[in-house]
């Protein structure tokens, strides 16, 4: 019987509780800042979460046939993480971080059960700094289910076919028919679970022989759970499996160029080049870093080279290709939602190779176990800096173009990713919730971005449809309009004597859209209070009066805000110009457009009203005030003649008001 010194038993303890911490620090990872980062709340998040509040009211469908078709488990956890979190980001995010964390004890449980437990433990401490999985544990997508149920139907069947149990049979049937209420890519489990067995018949098939009853009892039991959506499939074949033929490649006249390109991609996201659909990955980030990358390929190697002594090796391999099918064969490959079957396996090939390392090294070497331990902690520990500072802060450009890796940035703040998540889709939903009064949305918000209907809460909310005119009694109220047509009609609602308040929407494109385009423009209307009037600032000729200025700050530095009236209609179009110069008279920065912006121009105003504009300049509030001044005035646009100052107390020169500005870029 082989002894272990004490020096040896420290070194494994050292391990394990390393271990637990990396697995804790990954805990960690999945519920930093959840439900704002990444901020927005996408289309398919937004839809699940509105099945979810039809869960509450009442509806209890066995799949919900919008969006494609979506199974059901992760929208009933959505339901119940809703009713306690509300219509918010957090309450649609908040069940994949816990099916984030419960998979990391199933993973453990998984490396147990196929290997020992020490493979657990570093099963899991993979997966707890393994970006990809990180990122599934922050957004409300049903994919991340599917890697739960496979870690826990295969540690249920591997220790069924262990101890011939007909009790963890059972439990491992019952588990995997459930998953086939998870994720879609489910379905290509059944060609992997043939896959395992014709490698269990031609290379043990004694073993195989024994447990035939075991094998019997787990078809079964998946068979009764999975009847009910199998019935309905049958009754509903083009909702349950209308988005599979949708992004198939097999039915392209140039499929076999696009496999060929596939196979690369698909083999290429374990260690080089992943995901780059900015939803589902940081763009390019493979599977693995460049230290977990090496005893995965070794892994695979060995289970290559010794494929009959390497069960456990070959069976997590041969998982692991058969679960990349649905992304090998499908559009946009790699795809990492559609690959996410492989999670609970490809995990469990590195840990056997630095389980077989740490074995290997400790009998070779005197304190073997301490170097091996120690070589083991660091790789992964430098694998959880990797992640932590990828995923939440900023990656930076050494070594990108040999790594394979197509991003450097701050992936959490950077605009692309708010677009593929659509932020300014949710900026416009806690606009609405904020707004005072009334509140009027053109419908097409709502039609067009689910993310607004889930998550704008205000009481007091009216949808119109574009053409429609407009009326209340409200003293206050506030109008989110479409930005590019029938805004005449809506506009009529603004009454006279009121202070308006233009505050165009913030930029924004689709996937697929080569352009930036303004999402919405905000219009508030309050009573104006006539007894607080005071003499206007400057006076032009042509009837329009700048009523003040102001400057705020911003997060972009200093705003200005300015208060426009008219005592007459104007007769033509006119332009405010707004010029940032240094004391040489050179132009930094400037602002042309019509006073009110271009969505309501003086030509629209009402009478008797106040129209506040903000005006937002590079380079104010950068230390450079005391150098700066801004000259400010307006102009007609066609002939580009400047319109006189009638009146003002302001210093002034060449028809355009004078405002110095301090270190601190305020006006005097």
Request: proline residues 6%; charged residues 15%; glycine residues 8%.
């Amino acid at each position: 019987m082989q002894t272990i010194s004490h020096e040896d038993m420290i070194a494994q303890r050292v391990l394990t509780i390393c271990l637990l911490l990396l697995i804790a620090a990954g805990a960690t990872l999945r519920v930093h800042a959840l439900g704002h980062s990444p901020y927005g709340l996408y289309q398919d998040e937004a839809i699940n979460g509105l099945d979810a509040l039809r869960v509450l009211d009442g509806a209890h469908p066995l799949y919900f046939e919008a969006n494609n078709g979506r199974e059901p488990l992760f929208i009933y956890a959505m339901a119940a993480t809703i009713g306690m979190a509300g219509r918010t980001p957090l309450g649609v995010r908040a069940p994949a971080a816990i099916v984030g964390l419960l998979t990391l004890p199933a993973v453990y449980w998984m490396g147990s059960a196929l290997a020992n437990r020490r493979v657990g433990l570093l099963s899991a401490a993979i997966l707890a700094v393994t970006l990809w999985h990180v990122h599934l544990s922050h957004i409300g997508f049903r994919a991340i289910l599917l890697p739960l149920f496979t870690a826990l139907f295969l540690s249920a069947g591997a220790l069924a076919f262990k101890q011939k149990s007909r009790a963890w049979a059972v439990s491992a049937g019952a588990l995997y028919g459930a998953s086939f209420y998870t994720y879609l890519a489910v379905r290509f489990t059944p060609v992997a679970l043939l896959g395992i067995a014709l490698y269990g018949w031609l290379w043990h098939r004694d073993w195989l022989r024994q447990r035939t009853a075991i094998v019997l009892i787990i078809l079964s039991a998946a068979l009764i759970v999975a009847l009910p959506l199998g019935v309905y499939t049958l009754q509903y074949p083009e909702i349950v499996l209308g988005r599979s033929g949708q992004v198939a490649i097999w039915n392209r006249a140039d499929f076999p160029q696009v496999a060929v390109t596939n196979l690369f991609r698909t083999l290429g996201m374990f260690t080089w080049r992943g995901d780059t659909i900015w939803r589902h990955n940081v763009p390019g980030h493979p599977v693995f870093d460049p230290l977990l990358s090496i005893p995965f390929v070794a892994g695979v190697g060995l289970a290559l080279a010794r494929w009959r002594k390497r069960p456990v090796l070959v069976v997590c391999l041969i998982w692991t290709a058969v679960m990349a099918l649905p992304t090998f064969l499908a559009d946009d490959a790699p795809h990492f939602l559609r690959a996410v079957g492989v999670i609970p396996t490809v995990i469990v090939i590195p840990a056997l190779v630095l389980h077989e390392a740490w074995e290997a090294v400790s009998r070779a070497y005197r304190r073997g176990e301490a170097v091996a331990s120690a070589g083991i902690v660091v790789m992964l520990i430098l694998s959880l800096f990797l992640t932590a500072r990828d995923y939440f802060g900023c990656r930076p450009a050494p070594l990108i173009a040999l790594s394979g890796y197509s991003y450097v940035g701050c992936y959490q703040t950077d605009p692309v990713r708010g677009y593929f998540f659509q932020a300014e889709a949710t900026d416009l939903a806690d606009a609405i919730n904020q707004s005072q009064g009334t509140v009027f949305v053109d419908r097409r918000f709502w039609t067009t971005f689910p993310s607004v209907e889930f998550l704008a809460v205000h009481p007091d909310v009216s949808l119109y449809d574009e053409g429609k005119s407009l009326s209340t009694d409200a003293p206050s109220l506030t109008l989110f309009a479409w930005p590019y047509e029938g805004l005449d009609a809506a506009l009529n609602v603004l009454s006279e004597d009121s202070t308006i308040t233009v505050d165009p929407g913030p930029m924004t494109r689709g996937d697929l859209d080569p352009e930036l385009l303004r999402l919405y423009v905000q219009f508030s209307a309050a009573p104006r209070n006539t007894a607080e009037s005071s003499p206007p600032l400057a006076q032009f000729e042509n009837g329009l009066r700048l009523a003040d200025v102001r400057f705020t700050p911003s997060e972009k530095g200093e705003a200005m805000e300015l208060s426009w009236s008219q005592t007459q209609p104007p007769d033509q179009p006119m332009n405010v110009f707004v010029h940032l110069v240094d004391e040489a008279g050179n132009i930094i920065s400037q602002f042309d457009e019509p006073p009110g912006t271009i969505y309501y121009p003086p030509l629209s105003w009402r009478p008797g009203s106040v129209i506040i504009q903000t005006i937002r300049l590079s380079f104010l509030g950068t230390g450079q005030g005391r150098d700066l001044s801004i000259r400010l005035g307006l102009y007609d646009p066609t002939t580009g003649d400047r319109v006189h100052i009638a009146q003002t107390n302001l210093d002034q020169e060449d028809d355009a008001l004078l405002f110095h500005l301090s270190e601190k870029a305020g006006g005097d």
